[in-house]
């Protein structure tokens, strides 16, 4: 695999780099300048692999990060698609729309919640869950409610959803936040009693079963356990954002349900459409009520062909098992990491390999947003979030063979950066 090496490397590097580039000197200039992008372009998809428009061909270990659940031209999925397409597209919420309840009616089946409401992207679903925790406060009469948030958390990219964002890059340049956020560092119960002691305005606490953005940073599941039932002794709202870590990623439907818990609200987005732009807000009993006519709306959102993605990547997913498949392959790939970085996990270069499933992140003791580019040029597909760990959300059809050649495509890369002086 001979893709050139990008001039913008790993997001930091990129972003910093695209930033004094002027458009004259950008290839896609009359596009707004907002994301470091690798110097190639896809040009068609075929399960696992893609091509670019040069005829290089990638393993994709990134999956359009966690959206291309089914991989890419999926033989159930194309012509599904395709026969939507040919009926109906979009119609707006003005009329009944059968594919919304067929799509929510499963998403409740397989959560054990009650109703869905659609949207489009992971912000919009996080937005909605914020109006819910605001609501459910006011209905019991809190003037000014707060949500319990998390350092390290990402849930998107609007002023609300930055606000609640755990990651000061993202907030800066966007001040004044949104007020009636109240922070608290992962995993420590002590931290979240201690609000709950003093904090009468509090009404949810809102985190992602496993942090994405932050570094694959997963949410103990004693530690849901206790929120559950510290939610339950408080009458907060539990609302878990599964934008990322949802639709099978962690080998269950859901992530949380490997804590063997029920959150009350549940943002969806990424892998429930395969590709095609959605997102959802599940919730159970409690917050079922909390919205009604009027309090919310969209016009894209819950149109027949995203519901039609919905449907049929729900179907196809339980119809080739692939939640036990994600589980199986994610134990094949992390042992095939555990063994080709033995040495660098012993010598502490690795700091950690963790993760669900397919849902994987290796630490590393040093900024690696380099490795992008060096992984694209070796014809492998993956990110780096939070500096130093390496994110791979590979689709959930990805087979044992193909996790193995993640595993021999990446390590003798991690193994040679981590041989590099420090910069
Ligand atoms: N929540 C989580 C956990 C995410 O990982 C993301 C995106 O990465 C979002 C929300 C925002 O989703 P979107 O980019 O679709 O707005």
């Given at each position: 695999m001979n893709a050139p090496e990008p001039a913008a490397v790993g997001a930091a590097a990129a972003?910093?780099?695209?930033?004094a580039a002027s458009s004259a000197t950008r290839s896609m200039p009359h596009v707004m300048n907002t994301y470091g992008r690798l110097p190639f372009a896809l040009s068609h998809g075929q399960g696992c692999h893609v091509w670019d428009t040069?005829?290089?061909?990638?393993?994709?270990?990134?999956a359009g990060i966690a959206v291309n659940t089914l991989g890419h031209a999926h033989p159930k999925l194309v012509p599904a698609l395709q026969d939507q397409v040919a009926k109906l597209i979009h119609t707006s919420n003005y009329y009944e729309i059968p594919l919304q309840e067929e799509l929510a009616a499963k998403l409740c089946e397989l959560s054990g919640l009650e109703a869905a409401f659609f949207c489009n992207s992971g912000l919009e679903a996080n937005e909605g869950a914020l109006k819910i925790a605001r609501k459910f406060g006011h209905d019991k009469g809190i003037d000014r409610p707060e949500i319990i948030v998390y350092e390290r958390a990402f849930h998107g990219r609007s002023i609300a959803t930055l606000s609640a964002t755990g990651n000061p890059k993202v907030q800066a340049g966007f001040g004044p936040l949104v007020e009636g956020f109240v922070r608290v560092p992962m995993n420590d119960l002590a931290a979240i009693e201690q609000v709950a002691r003093h904090n009468p305005n509090v009404v949810a606490v809102f985190l992602e079963t496993i942090q994405g953005e932050g570094g694959v940073n997963p949410a103990r599941w004693e530690y849901l356990q206790?929120?559950?039932?510290l939610c339950d002794r408080q009458d907060w709202l539990l609302m878990l954002d599964e934008v990322q870590c949802g639709i099978g990623r962690t080998g269950k439907w859901f992530a949380h349900q490997w804590a063997g818990i029920q959150p009350d609200v549940m943002p969806l987005a990424k892998g429930l459409g395969s590709g095609v732009p959605i997102g959802a807000i599940v919730v159970g009993p409690r917050a079922v009520n909390v919205l009604g006519p009027g309090n919310h709306g969209t016009t894209f959102g819950g149109n027949p062909l995203a519901m039609r993605a919905g449907v049929e990547t729900l179907r196809i997913i339980e119809e080739d098992g692939l939640l036990a498949h994600a589980a199986k392959v994610g134990a094949v790939l992390c042992g095939a990491l555990?063994?080709?970085?033995?040495?660098?996990?012993?010598?502490?270069?690795?700091?950690?390999?963790?993760?669900?499933?397919?849902?994987i992140g290796i630490e590393l003791a040093?900024?690696?947003?380099?490795?992008?580019?060096?992984?694209?040029?070796?014809g492998l597909l993956i990110s780096v979030t939070a500096d130093k760990v390496i994110r791979i959300v590979p689709p959930l059809i990805l087979?044992?063979?193909q996790a193995r050649e993640v595993a021999a495509l990446l390590c003798p890369l991690v193994k040679d950066l981590l041989a590099e002086p420090l910069a």
């Open positions: 972003a910093a780099s695209s930033a040069e005829g290089r061909r990638y393993l994709d270990a990134l206790s929120l559950r039932a555990e063994d080709g970085l033995a040495a660098e996990i012993a010598s502490g270069g690795v700091v950690q390999i963790r993760g669900a499933g397919l849902m040093r900024p690696c947003g380099v490795l992008v580019a060096r992984a694209a040029a070796a087979s044992a063979e």
